[in-house]
């Protein structure tokens, strides 16, 4: 089946740290999504990247649609506790056609940032 | 109220038996999903339907069953509840121009 690689797994940084992480899949992605998801709670959309190279921000958050709509990067700057949850990237792959329904997540990235 | 929402919040259930877990929203939303969440695993996508009465298996359908006969409710089913089907499961809507929303999830504990 289709599969989204995340990395990386986990990340113990201190509190005003930068952060990043990344997305790659063997297949060509038409949209790229970024959610986050807290304890007990369904995941939120963070930022949509629809274009290829495109390159978004979202406060202190910027993800970026890679050129060869395999992959994805998410940072995140001068991180403060509130960031800390689990970060997953996600997306609709051309391989089914682009299906909108066809909607595959990676396994996240847990971030802890300790104050 | 508006939004997405998920009953029960808390299953547990024996081996064996049927359980059916609730969806519901209230957008209007053509697609919907459901996923389960384990440890190790991330989200992984049970089934989807991009409209009422069309479904589609995702990548782990196996002991699932799903129904829209209506666009607001997706009901997933599990028809002989195992312990491997013990999980977290979310459902998820989607608009044609919107991206998915979350609901609160269920915890499903099979014994």
């Known amino acids: 089946g289709q599969q989204l690689n995340q990395s990386p797994q986990s990340m113990f940084i201190q509190e005003g740290e930068d952060v990043s992480m990344n997305c790659t899949s063997s297949?060509?992605?038409?949209?790229w999504l970024w959610y986050k998801q807290e304890p007990g709670e369904g995941p939120v959309l963070l930022i949509a990247?629809?274009?290829?190279?495109e390159l978004t921000s979202n406060g202190r958050l910027t993800a970026q649609f890679g050129i060869t709509r395999k992959d994805s990067f998410l940072n995140i700057s001068a991180s403060i506790p509130s960031d800390v949850g689990i970060y997953f990237c996600?997306?609709?792959?051309?391989?089914?056609?682009?299906?909108?329904?066809?909607?595959?997540f990676g396994k996240g990235t847990k971030l802890s940032v300790k104050p | 109220d508006a939004g997405i929402t998920q009953s029960p919040r808390y299953k547990i259930t024996e081996t064996g038996r049927q359980v059916t877990l609730m969806c519901h929203q209230t957008?209007?939303?053509?697609?919907m999903f459901w996923y389960r969440q384990d440890l190790g695993h991330g989200l992984r996508l049970i089934y989807y339907?991009?409209?009422?009465?069309?479904?589609d298996k995702g990548e782990v359908p196996d002991g699932y069953v799903v129904s829209r006969s209506k666009t607001e409710n997706f009901p997933l089913t599990l028809e002989s509840a195992t312990r491997s089907q013990t999980s977290v499961y979310f459902c998820?809507?989607?608009?044609?121009?919107?991206?998915?929303?979350f609901g609160q999830g269920t915890r499903l504990t099979v014994v």
């Open positions: 339907s991009a409209a009422a009465d069309i479904t």
């Open positions: 990247l629809y274009k290829a190279g």
């Open positions: 998820a809507s989607k608009g044609q121009n919107t991206e998915a929303f």
């Open positions: 996600a997306g609709h792959s051309l391989n089914y056609g682009g299906s909108q329904g066809n909607l595959i």
């Open positions: 297949s060509i992605f038409n949209t």
């Open positions: 957008w209007s939303h053509s697609y």
